[in-house]
């Protein structure tokens, strides 16, 4: 079960007529900035994680150890959950902003008219 043959060759005909075999100068510094805007976002998101792994990781680890229904009812595996969410929710978070703030900051309007 696949794309039939036909279907295929027209997706790869269009996609050979629609692109240019040299991108413009513009378009150079437009996909750099797209991917210097990735890596900063990458970047950002990664430190927050750090950031965030180890904030959530002392209150997780000594709750669980002093506070008797936490000690109770946390087994390893739900200490790893708090910590791991909230590491990857500050990852995505951080990043999405820094990525949108970056995009903005590169977006250029011709005003010529």
């Known amino acids: 079960m ?43 998101g990664a430190r927050a994680a750090a950031i965030a792994c180890v904030t959530s990781a002392v209150p997780t680890l000594v709750v669980c150890r002093v506070v008797p229904w936490a000690k109770a009812n946390l087994n390893y595996t739900a200490q790893a959950l708090i910590i791991s969410a909230a590491s990857i929710a500050a990852y995505f ?12 900051r590169n977006t250029h309007y011709d005003k010529t008219t």
């Open 2 to 44: 696949g794309i039939p043959s036909e279907m295929r060759d027209f997706w790869v005909n269009k996609r050979r007529t629609n692109s240019f075999p040299i991108a413009s100068p513009a378009e150079e510094r437009r996909i750099q900035a797209a991917r210097n805007c990735t890596q900063e976002g990458a970047r950002a």
């Open 93 to 104: 978070i951080t990043a999405d902003k820094t990525i949108l703030e970056c995009a903005r």
